[in-house]
Each structure stands twice: as structure tokens, then as C-alpha cells.
């Protein structure tokens, strides 16, 4: 009898332990492949969402692995104002009210800077925009980082952006210029690298979000020009590494410099927050945005699934990949609707089981 009792105490605790400790596993990775923080997303362009209409495209997402949809703009194709147009027309409000009903979270994506300071203020200011490497103030690209009178245009229009962009992660991404060489020399910013001067621009930029939005993360974009890591500022907490290895090839593994410029960033930035934002799907960039080629993505499952690993093995966890031109009904047009699903099917699955 005692024996038998002791039987039951030992199965009891088994039982309990083998539901206890699958939940303490899980409870101590911050993030596994199937939590809501491990993104699995792809980046479009409005106009991408007007040519299929906002319900086909979340018929499609919905009936694939993707949880996130990020919104992108930019100066040379679409800029933030034809993405405010679109938000609040009503396919905008459609898309904003479907991806809520199907657990799809909303981000944006933006190249902003010549949107917050306007361009045509250079006539009265020049102050407020860089200086080239020949000592001249130019209004091409970015800005002139140190220049707080800059910073007081900025916050007011910040506060204005921020009234009908509310990313649904919290997440910002409030870009700088694209740019091989467009930052500053002046002599308040010329000690200090390009990754410096974009973590500065986002330091100062978060705070100005998160007294609108306390729960507020923003972007640091490592690609380009600010691949490099910072060395000299830090990130203020809630900077997130944000890896974009644009141009890279596809058919072999990130080129060790990359992978080096990776891991250097993942030293100054918290691994667990860290976001790849990638080019697998992006027929707009292997079309080197030329409408007139509208070439097809050179998709490889194989590819794909080994790029994960090697970030999955550095830590990260969100993922999202531009598929902007590849999903829009031109390319259904060219190259099939069903190749493309298939595609954006195989690349949330591989995110989801990896
Ligand atoms: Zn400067």
C-alpha cells in the first residue's frame, strides 16, 4: 500500500516537472522561433498594396508564416507623403484594420531626413545641413547632426509624423539618407565616423519619440556606408541593431567582411533586439529599381535557410525582407501569382521552422 502510494507521488511530481520544465526552457530564451518577437516579416511599398488591394494581399499573408508587414518609403520613388495618403485612404485603413484582425503587426520603414528638415530651408540656413569633405554646406543628403536650431524643426515635425505612424511593435525606423558619403564635416561632427554620426541622429531622435511614445525602439540601420560599428557613442537603450546587407551576393554565404561587421555591431548593440532587414524577395532592388526590367527574384530556399542559421547562430531573432515588386500584380503578370505565393511560402516556413 505504501508502496503503491509512493508510485502515485512519484508520477504526480513526473507529470508536473515534465509540464514545468518545457516552460522554464522557454521562459528563459527571450525569444524562440514561434514568439510573437521572432518576426517573420516582409517590407512593401504602397504602391505594391494598391496594385492587389489590401484584402488579396492579406488573403495571401494570412495563409503563409509572415507576422509583420513593414511599409517603406523613400525620396526617389515614394515618399512618406504618398504613404500618409495611402494610410489614410480608405485601402490604407483596410490594411491597418485587417492586419489587426489577422495578428499582423504594422511597421514602418522610412528614409525620413528630407522630409523632417525640408530641403528648401537651406536658402536661409545652410547651418542646418552638412558640410562636404571641401567645406561647403550641401542640402543633398542628411544633415548637419550638431546643429540644434536643426533639431528644433525636427522635433515639430517628428511630433507631426508620429500622429499617423504608430508602428503596432513599437518599433521605429526613421532612416538616414541612402549614401555612400553624404554625412557631415563640420567641425562638431568631422571626429566622428558615419555609424556615429547615425547613432547621435538616433539617440537624439528617440528621445524626441519616446516623449510621444514611451514604449518607443528605433532603428540604428547598419548597411552601406554605417556598416561599420560604432566605437566612440553608444546606444541609448532602446537603439536596436537594424543589419541591412544590401547589393550583397546571394549565391554564397555573407562575405566575411560583413559577417565581421555583424558581429562587431552585436558588441555595442543588445543581441536580443537585433533585426535583419534583408533583400531575398526584393525584385525592386534586383531590378536595380528600373521598372522596365521588373526582373524576376533569383529565389533559393537553400540560400535562404542557410543565411538564417548564420543569424540564428549570432542571436538574432526578426527578420523581415523587402518583397517589394514581387508582391504586386505586375509580377503576377510576368512570373505567375502561384510562383510568387509559393515563394513568400517557402520563405515564411523557413523562418517559422528554423
Ligand atoms: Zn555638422
Redesign the pocket.
Known sequence: MKNKHMKHRLYFITSVLSYLIPICFYCSCSVTPNSKEAFRGIVLYPSDIRSLGSEKLIDILKKTDINLLGLHSNTLTENLDSLKVFLEGPEGQLLIDLCKKNNIDLEYECHVLQEILPRSLFDNHPEYF??DSNGERRNDLNI????EEAWGVIEKNVNGLLEWMQPTTNRYFFWIDDSPDGF?H?D??KSYSQSEQALIYENRMLKIIRKVNPKATLAHLAYRSTIEAPGNIKPDKGIFLEFAPIKRNYEVPLSSELYSALKENLEVFPKETAHVLEYWLDASMFSSWDRDKWSKVPWNPVYCRRDIELYRNLGIRSFTSFATWMLHQHYFELYGREEAIKVLNEYGSTLKRN
Open positions: 552638412r558640410m548637419c547632426f550638431s546643429s557631415c563640420c562638431l561632427c
